[in-house]
């Protein structure tokens, strides 16, 4: 187990350090006339070594005397771990859960319903759901008004002011969480059914477990380890989606900079800003690159078959 860690963190912080040498290198060589009087590439790597060393990430240029990146990054980079958090557990947990209960009830109504619920959140757009949930109820334009949770820039910090910051933030959890939640159901229910026919399940159900026991104890964790990969490999999904539903939600996280840096936030001037879109991409890369670790180490811990055999994950 040991060994398979200390691997899979040095591939994290290999993909860490391609991406910085990307981000920072690709600028360098389309937009040489930013950096006069230097070679091309030459001043790549104190460019890279100064964001992933020193934590140095320079300064904004989209206007005079804006305070460094570093700083709006610490402003932001709790509110940003907090989403990530939140909507992790809500997509892991509520999907689970789901695709268990609905395996219990097969073709019931209510089973389909739920179904039907996910594959609707499944297949919209985070976004679109935010704006749609604004339309509807928030203050003073929404059909519905519900004040207490749809009002703009109501975050505190959990320590400050917990209901703020619980009324702020549980709408993104949710919005955020519900298409990996809906993904996570449908595989955990697929592959709960698949498992009922195996001769352990039959077993089970032979020394006369009730049947939504069976499939709770028995027949549903042989889902968990590919739950975990599908986590895995939706992350770079939902964060996407994070970065989207900050900005609607307005949480103050420092992927809210994101349209502003691409040139088009109201009353901002309409240019790229070139350093703070290459902190954060990078940014962003910390955050897949932690979920898929996570990922990777949860199926370690779940499946006896790759324990047995060293660990030997990609």
Request: aromatic share 12%; glycine share 8%; proline share 8%.
């Amino acid at each position: 187990m040991l060994q398979f860690l200390v691997r899979r963190l040095l591939y994290a912080i290999g993909t860490l350090v391609i991406t910085a040498f990307f981000a920072y290198g690709i600028i360098r060589l389309l937009r040489p006339e930013l950096y006069p009087g230097e070679a091309t590439l030459g001043g790549l790597w104190p460019d890279v070594s100064r964001a992933l060393l020193h934590l140095d990430l320079g300064e904004s240029c989209m206007f005079f005397g804006c305070p460094p990146l570093k700083r709006m990054w610490l402003d932001g980079v709790w509110a940003d771990l907090f989403l990530l958090a939140g909507w992790v557990v809500v997509g892991v947990v509520a999907g689970v859960l789901g695709g268990v209960w609905c395996a219990a009830r097969p073709r019931s109504r209510a089973s389909r319903a739920v179904e039907s619920t996910g594959m609707v959140f499944y297949c919209a757009p985070a976004y679109v759901v935010a704006l749609l949930t604004l339309l509807l109820f928030a203050p003073p334009f929404g059909l519905l008004q519900l004040p207490y949770f749809f009002d703009p820039h109501s975050y505190a910090p959990p320590l400050q002011d917990p209901w703020d910051f619980l009324r702020s933030m549980l709408l993104p959890w949710l919005v955020v969480g519900a298409p990996l939640a809906a993904a996570i159901l449908r595989l955990t229910l697929a592959l709960t059914l698949d498992t009922m026919a195996e001769d352990y399940v039959r077993t089970a159900r032979a020394k006369g477990l009730r049947h939504s026991t069976v499939v709770r104890r028995h027949a549903g964790p042989s889902a968990y380890v590919s739950v975990a990969s599908l986590f895995g490999v939706s992350a770079p999904f939902m964060v996407t989606n994070m970065v989207l539903v900050e900005y609607v939600y307005s949480v103050p996280g420092f992927f809210r900079h994101m349209k502003r840096a691409l040139g088009q936030a109201p009353g901002w001037p309409p240019s790229i800003d070139i350093p703070t879109l290459q902190v954060l991409a990078l940014g962003a890369s910390v955050l897949i690159v932690t979920l898929s670790l996570i990922a990777d180490v949860a199926i370690v811990w779940l499946d006896p078959k790759v324990r047995a055999r060293g660990a030997t994950l990609g």
